[in-house]
């Protein structure tokens, strides 16, 4: 059995057949509020995992380097060594969420341009937004890092959203993290599913997403289910 380097709220790392590889097993644990909310949801590893590995899969296609090797079963997924960048980049399209609130932003305003936010990977502190000044000033990542993020969040986004709006969803907001590799390439790492964006029908404004446990809507593995459905048509 693999050696466990890093046991998450919804995912473990472990020690890949290579030094210079992980394994990432999904878990079937939603958590929201910091952890204070938590439950086991029938599928949920399988469906972030499948959602994941077809978005990476399609980033790929369109430039965007990511950590994805292969997947090794359905849980389960080979990826690159990296450094984690402790800085969670957050992109809006619409206002939702801590956005609408901090703000005073009515759910579901469009915004008059993409917005583009950094907050420090500290769950004791409780991943506090932060700027260029006080990643330079914390040396979380260079500014040379830091404009290669800013990049290619804006282009994950680009492609994103024009993929999501063809299947009838609209990208409301999402959270993507950043890896090292041991040579300094910056690549996508983590994962992007439910749980780290924000998607709604376009028709029907309904949340497929993780909205629906964090406000006890309900049907949340249905939700994503139908997320499955629609991206691996």
């Keep these: 059995m693999e050696k466990i380097l890093y046991e998450g709220k919804s995912k473990t790392v472990c ?39 077809l978005i990476y899969k399609y980033l790929e296609e ?56 950094f907050c420090l990977k500290d769950d004791a502190l409780g991943d506090p937004m932060i700027n260029e000044y006080h990643i330079l000033a914390l040396q979380k990542a260079t500014k040379q890092e830091l404009q290669i993020i800013s990049d290619m969040a804006f282009k994950v986004n680009d492609f994103m959203r024009k993929y999501f709006r063809e299947i009838g969803i609209e990208l409301v907001d999402f959270k993507i993290e950043f890896g090292k590799t041991p040579d300094g390439e910056i690549i996508l790492a983590d994962e992007i599913s439910p749980d780290t964006c924000r998607f709604w029908d376009l028709k029907t404004m309904e949340k497929l997403d993780k909205d629906r446990f964090r406000q006890d809507l309900g049907n949340v593995e249905e939700a994503y289910m139908e997320m499955l459905r629609r991206i691996g048509l």
């Design 62 to 117: 369109n430039g965007i380097k990511t950590h994805l090797i292969k997947e090794l079963d359905e849980t389960s997924v080979l990826v690159r060594k990296a450094e984690i960048v402790m800085v969670e980049v957050r992109i809006r399209n619409v206002a939702a969420g801590s956005f609408s609130k901090k703000y005073g932003v009515a759910e579901g305003a469009p915004l008059a341009c993409t917005v583009l936010e």
């Design 15 to 53: 020690e890949g057949p290579t030094d210079d590889t992980y394994i990432i097993r999904f878990k079937d644990t939603a958590t929201a509020f910091n952890g204070e909310k938590k439950e086991d949801l029938t599928n949920k590893g399988f469906l972030n995992a499948a959602i994941s590995n």
